[in-house]
C-alpha cells in the first residue's frame, strides 16, 4: 500500500536533504501534528533557485517535536525553535507562533504558540518568505507570495511600518532582495522605509554587513547600492557609510569580478565612493570586518594608490623593477587582486592602467624569482654576524634592497651572492 505521505520531488534542493526533512515531516505528521517546509526553501524552489536549507513549521510544541526524535539541539526553544538531527542533515523545526514587543527593533519581548499555519506566516517579513508547503505539495499561501513573485515585487506583509519596527534589518534585507532578485519594491513597503529608516541605529553592524556582503556578491550591485543610498539608510547605520557620491564605471566593474572574490569587490565599491585606503582602515574595522578581510582590502586600495602617485617610468625595465617594489612593499595577493580588478576595470572603461601595461605587469608577477622576505636565501642575525655589527634600521633598509634586487633577478638568491652585495652596500654607504 502507498505510503499516503510520499513527498512532492524537490528540483532545486540536495536529494538527501530533501528526502531526510520530508522523514521530520512525516514524522510529526504520523504523531498527530502538522508541519510544512517554510520560508526560504519555498520560495527558492518556486522561483528556481538553489535551496541551500530547509526549514519546518509545525503546530507541535517544541518539547513535543523534542520528545519526537532521537536527536534534537534546543537552539531557541523558549522560542519555539529546536534543530533535529536526521542522519548527517540538521533542520530548524520551529513551532506556530506570534510576537511582540520587539523594544530594540529586533527581538520579541513577547512570543504566543499559536495552533494556525496561517497566524504564523502573518509574523513574517515579505510575503514571498510567507509561504508554507505540504509533504502532499499543497500550498500554505495566504498573501499572495506567489503572485508577487511572478510580478516580481518584494511586498511587506501587512503594515510595512510594522514589520520593520518589529526588525529594522529588515529594510536592508528587502533592498538585498530587491537587488539580488531583480525585484521592484512595492511603495507601500517602500514608504515604510522612508518612515522607519531611524531605527536602523538599533541594529548591530555585523548582520548589516552580512546583508551588504550578500548585496556585493550578488548580480547587481550598483542597484543595491543605488537603493541604500536612497533609502537613506546609508547614513542611519551605527557606523554610517561616508557616502557624497560613486563613479558608476568603477561600481559596474565589481559585476565582472567572482562573487566568491569579495575582498576585491569591496574594494572596488570604496574605490568608487571615493574613499582612501587610510579612510577604509578605520570604517571597516567599525563595521566588524575580520583582521585579514580588513588588511586585504586596505593593501589592495593602498597598492592603487602607491601606483597612481608613481611618476610614469618610461623604459620598460625601469616599470619592472617600479611594479617588482609595489608588489613586495603591499604583498603578492594584493597585487593579484590589482590586475583582476585593473581587468574589470579597463572593461567598464575606469581603468587607470592600459591592458597591455595590466598585461605585462601579470608576466612580471609570475616570474619573480622570490616573494618575501622569508625567501630571501640570508636572514638578519646571519648578516649581522658577517657583517660584524649592530643592529638598527640600516639593517631592515638592507634587506629590503637585497629583496628587491634578488626578486628582480639583478642578483642571485643564495648566501654568497647577497653577502656580497651586503658589503658592497655598506661600503658605498660609509663612503657617502
Not at 518568505?129 to 515585487?153: C, H, L, Q, T, Y
Not at 511603495?187 to 531611524?198: C, F, N, P, Q, V
Not at 572574490?261 to 570604496?270: G, T, V
Request: with cysteine.
Amino acid at each position: 500500500m502507498a505510503d499516503k505521505y510520499n513527498s512532492i520531488r524537490w528540483r532545486n534542493a540536495d536529494p538527501d536533504m530533501a528526502e531526510r526533512s520530508a522523514d521530520v515531516i512525516r514524522t510529526l505528521l504520523r504523531h498527530g501534528h502538522e508541519a510544512y517546509w517554510v520560508g526560504g526553501c519555498v520560495r527558492d524552489e518556486y522561483m528556481g533557485r538553489r535551496v541551500s536549507d530547509m526549514d519546518i513549521t509545525t503546530s507541535a510544541l517544541p518539547e513535543v517535536t523534542c520528545s519526537v526524535f532521537p536527536k534534537v539541539i534546543p537552539t531557541g526553544i523558549k522560542h519555539g525553535t529546536v534543530t533535529v538531527l536526521m542522519e548527517g542533515q540538521s533542520f530548524e523545526v520551529t513551532t506556530y507562533r506570534v510576537e511582540s514587543g520587539y523594544e530594540d527593533h529586533r527581538h520579541p519581548t513577547e512570543v504566543a504558540f499559536v495552533g494556525e499555519v496561517k497566524e504564523d506566516l502573518r509574523r513574517r517579513d515579505f510575503t514571498m518568505n510567507a509561504m508554507a508547503r505540504g509533504i502532499d505539495g499543497s500550498w500554505v499561501d495566504p498573501f499572495g507570495g506567489r503572485e508577487d513573485i511572478d510580478r516580481k515585487v518584494i511586498r511587506c506583509v501587512g503594515d510595512a511600518r510594522l514589520r520593520f519596527r518589529e526588525d529594522a534589518l529588515r529594510m536592508v534585507r528587502c533592498i538585498r532582495f530587491a537587488s539580488v532578485f531583480g525585484f521592484s519594491i512595492a511603495l507601500r513597503t517602500w514608504r515604510g522605509i522612508l518612515s522607519e529608516r531611524d531605527t536602523l541605529g538599533w541594529i548591530a553592524m555585523e548582520r548589516i554587513r552580512s546583508e551588504f556582503e550578500k548585496i556585493l556578491a550578488g548580480p547587481s550591485p550598483l542597484r543595491g547600492l543605488e537603493m541604500f543610498v536612497r533609502s537613506g539608510l546609508h547614513s542611519r547605520m551605527k557606523a554610517p557609510f561616508p557616502y557624497t557620491t560613486h563613479d558608476r564605471k568603477t561600481i559596474e566593474a565589481m559585476e565582472r569580478i567572482e562573487p566568491d572574490h569579495a575582498m576585491i569587490r569591496w574594494s572596488l565599491l570604496l574605490l568608487a565612493c571615493g574613499i582612501t585606503a587610510q579612510e577604509a582602515e578605520e570604517l571597516l574595522r567599525s563595521w566588524t570586518f575580520s583582521n585579514k578581510q580588513r588588511e586585504s582590502i586596505v593593501k589592495l586600495l593602498s597598492l592603487h594608490e602607491s601606483y597612481l602617485q608613481q611618476p610614469n617610468a618610461g623604459d620598460a625595465e625601469s616599470s619592472r623593477l617600479k611594479w617588482i617594489g609595489l608588489v613586495l612593499a603591499h604583498g603578492v595577493e594584493a597585487a593579484q587582486g590589482w590586475l583582476e580588478m585593473q581587468t574589470a576595470l579597463h572593461h567598464t572603461g575606469a581603468s587607470s592602467a592600459p591592458l597591455t601595461f595590466i598585461r605585462q605587469f601579470d608576466v612580471w608577477l609570475q616570474d619573480l624569482r622570490i616573494r618575501s622576505l622569508k625567501d630571501l636565501a640570508i636572514t638578519g642575525s646571519e648578516l649581522l654576524e658577517t657583517l660584524g655589527r649592530r643592529g638598527g634600521p640600516w639593517l631592515g633598509e638592507l634587506l629590503g634592497l637585497l629583496l628587491g634586487k634578488a626578486a628582480a633577478g639583478l642578483i642571485n638568491n643564495d648566501k654568497e651572492s647577497l653577502i656580497e652585495e651586503a658589503k658592497r652596500v655598506v661600503i658605498h654607504n660609509e663612503g657617502s
